[in-house]
């Protein structure tokens, strides 16, 4: 089912955003709970988790027939040592390694018979890690140097490193130095993003941000309505600044700029002279600019690449001017499609991505029982998740209500659509195949032929044949990917995890922090 719901593209091909899998997290704490002291036994039930999940999702992809570039896979243990896992019982995270390792190698000694070359799988798809806030100064001598005599071409990275009460800067300065000087080693994940609030205790102390007073907007969730709260940075006093600007200090990054992040977001006010007045309160033209280009997008239109100093000087101007009728006059101007936008005549009424699903959800129900030239009884197949739904039947509408139709007004169904260019919508997974008026692509792979939806910007019907990869892949392929990342040292990045719903995850976005290889 992930595998279906955005894991893939719509071509079968794994989603460009997906580099790592995890297919447990510290699972000596969990499979059993007592894998890492209560006998020889209870680790073996731990590998056999591992191994047989990572059988499942090796079958996953060959049921459906998973294309192009393929994924790692990784469990990621604690820094606990393991007494009963057969080598290194006096060092922490090597004994879970080493037994997973051999039960890989060794399935049958484990009581389990895989249903693909899990080890083929292993050798050129899987890479280790493990969890410790421990100083960095530690993990030389405590785990890197019996890491790589031993496991000598698996790379292996720290899936939550903080080390709290440390000066951050030089704490993580002295990781990043062994990450340029291990090329195995490909880094840190940080942790984390938020303060865990529910997890109370010392639990708490691992957040960059906690969370202010300020609702930015309120989440309806199953039977409850939660309220989204802003962001704050938390302090890193022995580092002298706050937590967030230092992890970016570390990584050569900027300061953060904390300065709006509990104000009113100027991509989730209402398009109207409301959220004009709104966003000019906040005196900034960055977010005045922010405004008008989602006004623009709206309107079915972008900021072309060497309009963005005219796009300034318009947000200085009604910063400066803000009028009554400031938003009025503002859609006037743009309506008069200015030089430094384009305006693109294949624009859709879309979904809108930075709402959550439950907003989309209700205007969805009001807009199916005012259609007249299409059925929400009768949608495709890949239209398969409540906005690709809403891309279907919002473009549909509009269409409907023809030429007269205004995007400002007759796209936005309570902020739930807004009328896109394509070089907007095209970036989003299967929207380009349910909105209106489309060509359609035929994949073939084996017996089975799927058909899929295109925006007809041309007037040409295009097929082509795909075959599928096998459970494990091309070696050729996922042996580049890992001899990549096992060779290439130090890019510094910022990797976010953000859902395609990303309004509300101010609070809940997932940042990763990596060193290794920039994906």
Not at 84 to 108: N, S, T, V, Y
Not at 109 to 120: S, V
Request: proline share 5%; net charge negative; charged share 15%.
């Amino acid at each position: 089912q992930n595998l279906r719901n955005g894991f893939l593209t719509m071509r079968n091909e794994y989603h460009p955003a997906l580099k790592y899998f995890n297919i447990l997290n510290e699972p000596d704490l969990k499979m059993p709970s007592t894998a890492d002291f209560g006998g020889e036994e209870g680790t073996k039930q731990m590998a056999r988790a591992i191994i047989s999940a990572f059988d499942a999702m090796l079958e996953a992809e060959k049921e459906l027939g998973v294309v192009g570039p393929l994924i790692n896979f990784t469990a990621t243990f604690s820094y606990a040592v393991c007494s009963d896992c057969g080598k290194f019982p006096g060092k922490p995270a090597l004994g879970q390694i080493w037994r997973l390792d051999d039960a890989m190698h060794h399935p049958e000694d484990y009581g389990y018979t895989p249903k693909n070359d899990i080890l083929a799988a292993y050798q050129t798809r899987f890479v280790h890690s493990f969890n410790t806030q421990n100083p960095a100064t530690d993990l030389k001598q405590q785990f890197l140097d019996d890491y790589i005599a031993t496991f000598p071409s698996t790379p292996v990275y720290i899936g939550e490193y903080h080390r709290v009460d440390a000066n951050q800067t030089e704490d993580l300065e002295t990781i990043y130095d062994l990450a340029e000087k291990n090329p195995l080693f490909l880094g840190i994940s940080y942790f984390e993003y938020q303060v865990a609030y529910w997890k109370t205790g010392s639990e708490m102390n691992f957040g960059m941000f906690g969370l202010g007073s300020f609702v930015l907007a309120e989440m309806p969730y199953f039977s409850k309505t939660y309220s989204i709260y802003c962001l704050a940075p938390e302090a890193s006093p022995l580092s002298g600044m706050s937590m967030p600007d230092a992890v970016s200090k570390t990584y050569g990054g900027a300061p953060v700029d904390t300065t709006h992040l509990c104000q009113a977001n100027p991509l989730a006010v209402p398009l109207n002279q409301e959220g004009f007045e709104t966003v000019a309160a906040q005196k900034g033209e960055h977010r005045m600019a922010s405004f008008i280009e989602r006004t623009i997008n709206h309107m079915g239109g972008t900021v072309s690449p060497d309009g963005q100093k005219s796009l300034s000087s318009l947000a200085a101007e009604y910063l400066d001017a803000s009028p009554n009728d400031g938003f009025a006059t503002l859609a006037g101007y743009l309506g008069g499609k200015p030089a430094w936008a384009s305006f693109d005549a294949a624009a859709e009424c879309v979904a809108n991505r930075n709402v959550g699903p439950s907003v989309v959800g209700a205007a969805l129900g009001w807009t199916c029982s005012k259609a007249k030239s299409f059925s929400c009884d009768d949608l495709p197949s890949y239209c398969n998740n409540t906005y690709r739904i809403g891309d279907y039947v919002f473009s549909r509408y509009y269409k409907e209500l023809g030429a007269a139709a205004n995007p400002i007004i007759d796209c936005d169904f309570g902020g739930a659509a807004f009328f896109a260019s394509p070089k907007i919508y095209d970036t989003w997974t299967g929207s380009t195949q349910c909105v209106s008026g489309g060509t359609t692509f035929t994949t073939t792979r084996g017996a089975s032929t799927s058909t899929w939806m295109a925006p007809s910007r041309t007037a040409s019907t295009s097929t082509f044949t795909e075959t599928s990869a096998t459970s494990t892949g091309s070696s050729a392929e996922v042996t580049t990917t890992r001899a990549v990342e096992g060779t290439t040292t130090v890019m510094k990045f910022l990797d976010m995890k953000i859902p395609e719903s990303s309004a509300m995850a101010s609070s809940v976005v997932c940042v990763r922090l990596l060193l290794g290889v920039a994906l």
